[in-house]
């Protein structure tokens, strides 16, 4: 059984230069498509119940793209509302139950991680699941990874993989946070103490668009150049 979708649509994408002067950064166009259409169709492929975006900056250009698709979409304002905050915001669209959320400014080659995610996904042992990359795979992106994954499949902060802003995540410690705004890093520190933040690793490889060479590394990867 699937979940509903978060698309995390709301940043300025200051990092992506001339590219978002007119627009926001998941309309940016890799092999021909917006950043986002690639998240919708990935999305798409494990059939949710809803997909809901939150937007920000320059919202009625993703309002008029999204709203033909049937998705729903959520305007923040006057301020960003960070991750945590903006899924919390979104609750009453979403439902009470778990859900997916997805950065929208990546690209995958290999299988579907949603529907990877969900093959693994133990609601009695997990909190939360997320995808995360081997360093090797992941392309655009230095570092050594933010967490550890155990034999169990348990995280622990430090070297080993990166996340790739795919994850399904229970919302009930959402309500305790008093910040209006705040980053999905304070639930995952108390899912982390209680041994219930879960991770698998992706078979395939993954390029975050987070600044405009990543566009053309994107492409490569989608034409299986590099």
Known sequence: MSMPVMLFAAGFGTRMKHLTADRPK????VAGRPLIDHAISLADGISPPSIVANLHYLPDILQQH??????QTIVETPD???TGGGLRNALP??????????NTDAIWNGPNPLNMLLNAWDPDRMDALLMG???ENALEHSGAGDFTIDDDGR??????????GVQIIKTDLLSAVSERSF?????????????KLHGIEYSGRWCDVGHPDGVKTA???LANNV
């Open 26 to 29: 998941p309309m940016v166009e």
């Open 66 to 71: 999204l709203h033909p698709k049937g998705i």
């Open 133 to 135: 990359i081997p360093p």
């Open 219 to 221: 492409e490569a990867l």
């Open 183 to 195: 980053s999905l890093n304070l639930i995952w520190d108390q899912m982390l103490a209680n041994g």
């Open 93 to 102: 669209v979403l439902g009470a139950g778990p859900v997916f959320t997805m």
């Open 155 to 164: 995280l622990s902060r430090g070297p080993g993989v990166v996340y790739g």
């Open 80 to 82: 960003i509302l960070e």
